[in-house]
């Protein structure tokens, strides 16, 4: 007998819920028709469903990411940075207490304390015959965020290739919720040819037809609910054996348009915004924001910082403060909609000449134009890199708090942690550097607001 099983996926939502309700009109009308058939379905995330720059996600800190992920019937998941490390560790030990899915990983646990009642290595899903699917998966390892937070995280392939080896003989099909990203899932299919398929995101990629790397097939259906993907397996009965991996995806924009979209969008909205109208300080008058200049609001949260991190000086780009302060009482949500970024503050040790080179690169011309992606900025463009108690003289030299460096002296720079991946400041990679978990640069400037009042 010839088994036909379904697994549809999603994977980097990013709580984009634009196309949320019509993908999953068509996911369970799909689902209905091939259960009639006498063909088991099943429904998987791959990671970074939640954001916090959205304001639901903000507002109930992902556990109504979990309540749509239930109300769409999900079977299993695994878990992105997105989850992982915006999130304070009692927020993710917590987070899927009421998930009606499993939830697998393998490669976290607690550096101290009980693991998470939802957190699993492995599962094994069966179908309507009978036949047994094991479900194995890992996250990125960001290994310094994850020990800020108190999780400690393993190599994902190593453990992967570990519950491959455990599962392989168990099961009839194996796969793999990769939340590592395309050249992590390529090296995994060379290095473990037993998985079958590798269900693949972290890098946004987008596979119409899926990959095949050493016989594994290997998905990814792009960013931001765009895609939805659709994998059918065949199953031999007779000789035990899985014949076809057959893997396409679903462009979800010309689906049908759901009934109440519109509705479902701004109701989600409406509930962060509710959720999210706390007063939290006052203000005596109005902070204006400045894409291209210094500006009241930077030098406000400027001071936010540094009173922070006890720093000798500080940079950022314009770029980060999407809304201008506003005079009178400061909701939540006001500071949200300036700062919506899931991003940390780092401070990082450097000589006056390192500090000195970073503040002449800083200097480039082309980066207030740029318009940024990822690294957890959410903004549209970059704006002026601003620089705060550092600046150089007439006579090129640098100045720390108006006085000369010490090309010797060590000094302590706060900045955004998307500056330290290597993109913007090379040396920021290898340097000495603390980050500042789980506090958001909106935690940072609610703190302070609250000391000026």
Not at 218 to 233: D, I, Q, R, S, V
Not at 270 to 290: A, D, R
Not at 438 to 446: A, N
Request: hydrophobic residues 40%; contains cysteine; negative net charge.
């Amino acid at each position: 007998m010839l088994e036909t099983i379904h697994i549809f996926h999603t994977n980097d939502i990013h709580s984009h819920f634009e196309y949320w309700q019509r993908m999953h009109n068509y996911i369970k009308t799909q689902r209905q028709e091939f259960s009639k058939l006498g063909e088991t379905s099943f429904l998987f995330d791959i990671g970074d469903h939640i954001d916090r720059s959205n304001i639901y996600t903000e507002a109930t800190l992902g556990k109504g990411n979990v309540q749509l992920l239930n109300e769409a019937q999900y079977d299993a998941v695994t878990i992105g940075n997105n989850e992982g490390i915006t999130l304070a560790f009692e927020e993710l030990h917590e987070l899927y207490n009421e998930a009606n899915f499993d939830v697998i990983v393998g490669n976290i646990e607690p550096m101290s304390g009980p693991k998470p009642k939802w957190l699993k290595p492995y599962t094994i899903l069966r179908t309507k015959y009978g036949t047994k699917i094991g479900v194995i998966g890992a996250t990125a390892i960001f290994e310094v965020f994850y020990k800020e937070l108190n999780w400690h995280i393993t190599e994902p392939r190593e453990v992967l290739i570990y519950f491959a080896n455990q599962l392989r003989n168990q099961v009839d099909i194996l796969v793999c919720l990769s939340h590592l990203g395309i050249t992590e899932d390529e090296l995994l299919a060379n290095e473990c040819p037993s998985i079958d398929v590798i269900f693949g995101s972290h890098t946004h990629h987008l596979f119409e037809e899926g990959k095949v790397v050493n016989n594994v097939l290997l998905t990814g259906c792009g960013k931001f609910g765009m895609y939805t993907g659709h994998l059918t397996l065949q199953f031999d009965h007779t000789t035990r054996n899985l014949v076809k991996k057959k893997e396409m995806v679903i462009e979800n924009a010309i689906l049908p348009e759901a009934e109440g979209e519109a509705l479902f969008l701004a109701n989600l909205t409406e509930q962060g915004k509710k959720l999210l109208q706390t007063p939290i300080f006052q203000t005596s008058k109005n902070y204006n924001k400045e894409w291209f200049h210094y500006s009241q609001l930077s030098e406000l949260f400027a001071k936010a910082v540094l009173d922070f991190t006890d720093a000798d000086c500080t940079m950022f780009n314009a770029g980060i403060l999407l809304d201008s302060l506003k005079k009178g009482i400061i909701t939540n949500y006001d500071i949200h909609k300036i700062l919506p970024h899931p991003i940390n503050i780092c401070v990082i040790e450097m000589s006056g000449v390192e500090l000195k080179e970073v503040y002449l690169q800083a200097q480039n011309e082309q980066w207030p134009l740029l318009e940024l992606k990822g690294l957890g900025f959410r903004g549209s463009i970059f704006g002026k890199m601003l620089t705060y108690e550092f600046t150089m003289n007439k006579q090129r030299e640098l100045l720390v708090n108006g006085k000369v460096v010490d090309l010797d002296q060590y000094y302590k720079l706060a900045t955004l942690d998307m500056f330290t991946f290597g993109y913007f400041f090379p040396s920021f990679k290898y340097a000495k550097k603390k980050y500042y978990l789980p506090l958001f640069l909106r935690d940072i400037l609610i703190e302070y607001g609250k000391k000026i009042v």
